[in-house]
């Protein structure tokens, strides 16, 4: 079974659609449109938009598509799924990998959004230099305040998704179990939606092995 062919119950071009920067990035405007955003706010979501496009500019996801995909899809899934539109949550969704992946310095994001941003990504940020940072960073996760929980879980959601595209077993499998042990009670507890997405996903990629 081909991933497109087993479509999101949430909307059926999710799937076929999945690595098209161009048609991600329509929808993200297209729900962006149906908040009212004050034009400081709405200015300041595209910035984060162009920020991270600029960020990631040359960089792919495992799939070998542009890196950009994924936080715009993580950013779609905050506004069309979870109906969260708050902007400084929506900028954090579109910018949650760019000090981790593309060397940005929180100080750099204070400077052009806001503490509260930078904050968020920082949280959301994986330090190598530091003993043990698998570890330290899923602590800072699990005592993070409910926003930053919520836009990790959408990160979660997206990376489960886009291993429909995987030919790695064995990074499926242990991406799989990590999201059981650590983050499938973390969406129970936030959204419920979110949760459901998550086992929905994860029996997909269950019967895809068998």
């Known amino acids: 079974m081909s991933p497109a062919s087993f479509h999101s119950r949430r909307e059926k071009d999710l799937f076929d659609n999945f690595a098209d920067l161009e048609y991600l990035e329509s929808r993200f405007h297209e729900y962006l449109g149906r908040y009212k955003y ?4 709405r200015l300041l979501i595209l910035k984060a938009l162009d920020f991270a496009r600029l960020a990631h500019n040359g960089q792919e996801r495992d799939e070998g598509i542009p890196y950009i995909t994924h936080p715009v899809r993580v950013a779609n899934i905050l506004l069309h799924e979870v109906a969260q539109m708050e902007s400084d949550l929506v900028c954090t969704a579109l910018l949650h990998d760019v000090i981790e992946d593309c060397a940005i310095t929180t100080r750099e994001l204070k400077n052009n959004f806001n503490d509260h941003v930078a904050h968020m990504v920082k949280v959301l940020s994986r330090d190598p230099r530091v003993e043990n940072h698998k570890r330290v960073y899923y602590e800072g996760i699990l005592h993070a305040t409910d926003d930053i929980k919520l836009v990790k ?56 092995r068998s």
């Open 38 to 41: 004050s034009r400081s706010h």
């Open 153 to 208: 879980i959408c990160d979660r959601l997206d990376n489960l998704r886009s291993l429909r595209f995987s030919t790695n077993k064995t990074k499926v499998k242990r991406y799989v179990s990590e999201t059981e042990r650590k983050y499938t009670v973390l969406a129970e507890h936030l959204n419920p939606y979110v949760f459901r997405e998550f086992k929905h996903e994860i029996l997909f990629l269950r019967n895809r």
